[in-house]
């Protein structure tokens, strides 16, 4: 079985007023709910499964 971890995706405003995409990618094991609680603004979630060789979206943000 394949390793997923969460992604959530946000934006921001940079000093010199640009707009940044902000993409963290969570550790294994870390759920929506856990997500949700640390990033209680985010409204973009996906989830990235991992392979031995490469990675791939399983559902885009």
């Keep these: 079985m394949a390793d997923t971890r969460q992604v959530a995706m946000h934006k ?3 000093n010199d007023r640009e707009t940044l995409s902000i ?3 969570y550790e294994p094991g870390i759920n929506k709910q856990q997500v949700k609680v640390e990033n209680p603004f985010t409204k973009n979630w996906g989830v990235l499964l991992l392979d ?4 791939e979206w399983v559902r885009e943000l």
């Design 12 to 14: 921001g405003i940079s």
């Design 23 to 25: 993409i963290t990618i």
């Design 52 to 55: 031995k060789s490469n990675s």
